[in-house]
């Protein structure tokens, strides 16, 4: 029994309170379940993202499997990829199915249920194909990294799938094609069947052509495999149908933005790539003294963002092209450029609804969505040859996107080795006016460019900061050529009351200093390979004041002239006067008769560096992978061999588990 002499005042407040509160619950809940009336006729055009697209819904809702079945598929074709031609190989290969009477679908591997995987046998006579680019030391590319995870430890049958892979890589580095090399041996252990061999692509060399090679080779195996032929028809390559809008409202409208509308101006964390920080430049200045050639340091401001970052992450910015370029290709095809539009898929079960963010304009298209200054492909010029009026240059088209080798060479003369970007072929191929819908279906889409970050979050936690050369080179025709990033960031002014902001965000590294303090390390970075370093030389002296005990740290730095491009010298001159730096080597390559590189300086302390690596200490190397890290490589096992009393072999394994026990780490770009 309930004795209500011993309820007081305050307990009937609450239990009124906790009654009203569940009253309320209760009429939230009946009229959520009440139908919402849509008035038709209000419906307008809203815009869409690039990613609300079947690949994201169709395929997570449905499943892969379902949505093969349905669509009548036989063809699934992955990609892995970091800087847009992975998936542009990918969406090429599919469209090119058309002409064989085949259907594929395209898939993200981020966005569907990896479960799914082990089921592909169950679509009769299917094909799968992986196009994986390798990234960094040996790694997948972001979106492939859990199917990568998932492939490893999987052990599922895969008996009956046909499969097919194709990797992207750059052989300057040493673990060429790793991750490509991996998905055609694990799918062969799985039981899947391969029906072609594996394709390895250089970006080092010439990477579109190793993709046209390997396809040629892919397309009789795959018409035998279903016992086809190429279509005689003359079959629309076209994937998306113009739509020029003009009622849609401003708000509605795409401005840049990399995925959800109006982004950039309501601004929401967490920020990644999809949803960039607008980070404001607070401070630009030129490293550079005394000569033409510019080199900036930009800092980030992030105070407002909740981004963090450690020393040696990189930051990506995403950039715009050159205005002028832009309104040369409008003058060029006679667009206006401010004409409101939107390109939908024609295949209703096609991987993308729009191939970047629609509705928006031909001018935000050019500047912010498509990269404009990149080497036409050939499939890019197989599909608008046909838009040439004069007959010889419509035939010198179609040879050039041709895989005979006349054709390979021709394109390698005209387009590779005179740099022709799409604005210059435009000029030297006066007749070719194709509509600007087809060439932009045809344009990669502009990617984010990575700068190893410069600054520590210990010594700069509301701040970012980039260091990177401005890239300017004439052609053998003496036309001068931008880098597309770096330019654009010479060209905002900066002052004390002017910031102009940029969309960034942080990628995490694995180039990281030591977990203990104490451990010593060497730092290698020529140029702007500098860069990490000064973050860590930053980190170390922030630790070293607090009363650490700091291991040593040794740097090898190196540029042309010390009175021109010697980066941040007063700050190395100081912490090497502090006892941060325990020794600074510079080698200034144009300032004496005989050149003189941080390999030389390298090779000189080979006794030093020996007993360092010996006492467990770390390497690290940043900067060109071409020629100065591999030379860094060979030095170290010479060193090995050398001051350790190894064998050659031994000398070269022993270098490789420095490498496998993260204690030799190299950032290195070609």
């Known amino acids: ?54 690949s994201a819904n169709s395929i997570s809702e449905k499943g892969l499997i379902e949505k093969m079945k349905a669509s009548g598929k036989t063809i699934v074709i992955f990609f892995g990829s970091q800087t847009g031609t992975g998936e542009e190989f990918a969406q ?75 990797g992207l890589g750059n052989k300057t580095y040493e673990h060429y094609n790793e991750v490509g090399k991996y998905f055609d041996k694990r799918l062969e252990e799985l039981n899947g069947s391969r029906l072609i061999e594996l394709g390895l692509g250089d970006d080092d060399a010439n990477i579109e052509e190793d993709f046209v090679t390997w396809m040629d080779k892919f397309w009789p195996v795959v018409c035998d495999f279903y016992g086809i032929s190429a279509s005689e028809q003359d079959i629309s390559m076209r994937q998306y149908k113009l739509m020029n809008l003009d009622d849609v409202p401003v708000e509605k409208v795409f401005k840049g933005e990399v995925y959800r509308l109006n982004s950039y101006v309501k601004q929401k964390p967490p920020f990644d790539s999809k949803n960039p920080f607008m980070a404001p430049i607070s401070v630009k200045y030129n490293l550079f003294k005394g000569t033409d050639r510019k080199c900036l340091h930009i800092e980030l401001d992030i105070s407002d963002s909740r981004l963090r970052y450690e020393a040696g992450d990189h930051v990506a910015i995403y950039p715009a092209n050159d205005p002028a370029i832009v309104n040369r290709i409008g003058q060029l095809l006679d667009v206006d450029l401010d004409q409101t539009f939107s390109l939908i898929n024609i295949d209703e079960d096609a991987s993308k609804k729009h191939p970047f963010p629609c509705p928006t304009t031909f001018r935000t298209a050019l ?181 650490r005990m700091v291991g040593k740290s040794i740097l090898y730095y190196g540029c042309r002239r010390k009175a021109e491009d ?31 590189y941080v390999t030389h300086l390298l090779r000189k302390d080979a006794g030093m560096v020996w007993n360092i690596v010996k006492e467990g200490g770390h390497i690290y190397v940043c900067g060109d992978a071409k020629n100065m890290a591999r030379d860094v490589h060979d030095i170290l096992v010479d060193i090995c061999e050398k001051e350790g009393g190894m064998g050659r072999t031994q000398a070269v394994q022993y270098v490789k588990d420095l490498g496998q026990k993260s204690r030799y780490v190299l950032d290195v770009w070609s």
């Open 367 to 547: 500047t912010f969505y498509l990269d404009i200054t990149s080497l036409p492909t050939t499939q890019l010029i197989k599909e608008l040859a046909q838009y040439a009026t004069d007959e010889s240059e419509k035939k010198s088209l179609q040879l050039m996107a041709s895989a005979s080798e006349e054709g390979k060479a021709l394109y390698n003369s005209f387009i590779r080795d005179e740099h022709t970007d799409l604005v210059n072929l435009l000029e030297k191929m006066s007749s070719l006016k194709p509509p600007v819908d087809h060439v932009m279906e045809l344009l990669p889409r502009l990617q984010a460019r990575y700068y190893s970050i410069s600054s520590s979050p210990k010594v700069h936690p509301n701040t970012i900061h980039v260091t990177c050369t401005v890239i300017e080179y004439e052609t053998k025709d003496g036309r001068l050529c931008k880098g597309v990033t770096t330019n654009w960031l010479l060209n905002k002014p900066v002052g004390e009351q002017l910031k102009p902001k940029v969309p960034i965000f942080v990628r995490k590294s694995q180039f990281r200093l030591p977990f203990k303090f104490q451990t010593s390390i060497i730092m290698i970075g020529p140029g702007t390979g500098l860069a990490p370093f000064r973050g860590f030389l930053q980190e170390r002296d922030y630790y070293r004041k607090e009363g």
């Open 566 to 596: 010697y980066l941040y010298q007063e700050e190395l001159e100081q912490y090497e006067t502090n006892g941060t730096l325990t020794k600074l080597n510079v080698a200034f390559s144009r300032d004496q008769a005989e050149k003189v």
């Open 1 to 54: 029994m309930l004795n209500l002499n011993m309820i007081g005042y305050t307990d009937f407040l609450m239990i009124g309170g906790i009654s009203a509160i569940a009253l309320y619950l209760w009429i939230s809940s009946k009229s959520k379940q009440q139908p919402t009336m849509v008035d038709l006729k209000k419906l307008k055009v809203l815009p869409s993202n690039i990613e609300d697209n079947v």
């Open 92 to 166: 090429r290969l599919s469209k090119n199915c058309r002409l064989y009477g085949l259907k594929a679908l395209v898939v993200d591997p981020e966005e569907i249920d990896l479960e799914e995987l082990s089921r592909l046998n169950e679509i009769p006579n299917a094909i799968a194909v992986f196009i994986m680019a390798t990234y960094g030391e040996g790694d997948p590319t972001d979106n492939a990294q859990e199917l990568f995870d998932y492939l490893q430890q999987g052990d599922w049958d895969l008996k009956g799938l046909k499969y097919g892979v194709f």
